[in-house]
């Protein structure tokens, strides 16, 4: 099993206690996770969680992209899932959110009580799950609005389209234009709206700020952070590491599909020698 070194604060004085919610750097002892069939490991922190992930083992044909990952999340929480290129996030995301592949051959995933990993994909969604994909999955030939409405067919719904207006003006301005003929950060807001016009319990973002333009990724942001605002659990994969750090309450590292941090956004944001081994910054 690994070794855990904590990570505190520089003390203030000789008496200065270690910080009780202090990150758990995993050491870096040779470790590949456990094998499917192996004794599942418990949650970090124990006790019941508003989402949790238990072991979790997933593969893209015999290619071992999520190696026992652990972790659970807070009810408002948001939580940013970082890593280098390569080190399992999507797959991760993606493994949540139960979609075909990568292919989850063991561990458990609960959401508010419900078991995802008994699910297939459109049962997740029907029970809370919001996956913004990286590639957005606009529906080409619809306009904006049409796109909205398809996403509200069947229940649960979410967000009113008055309400999808509200927090995105862009997309009330474009409301009757084919949706795919907007710039890539309209598209994006568009794949955010389309997800909260379903009654959504935990959102996942992969890539937000893929490929855009720095004042639309800001704009981008802003619009995130009223989501936080509003309590809305959410996990947040994404390649700019400061931007997701910025807006997140903890953050996650992955390294090569296992977790080799968990801790607060902060602390990740104070330790230069974390960013380099792990972000690369």
Known sequence: MNEVATIV??????????AENAGRLISDAPHKGAAPGAPARKNQGGGQSYFSVSNLHAYYGESYVVQGVSFNVREGE????????????TSTLRAIARVDSPAVRRGEVWLDHKPLHEMRAHEAARNGIGLVPEDRRIIQGLTVEENLK????????GWSLERIYELFPRLAERREQEATTMSGGEQQMLALARVLARDVKLLLLDEPYEGLAPVIVQEIEKTLEEIKSLGMTTIIVEQNAI?????????????TGEIVFDGTAQEVLDNEELRHDYLAL
């Open 9 to 18: 604060p520089q003390a203030q004085s000789n008496d200065a206690k270690p």
């Open 78 to 89: 948001i939580v940013a899932l970082l890593g280098r290129n390569g080190a399992g996030k």
């Open 150 to 157: 398809l996403a509200q067919i069947a229940p649960p719904k």
């Open 243 to 255: 931007a997701a750090l910025h807006l997140a309450d903890r953050a996650i590292i992955l390294d």
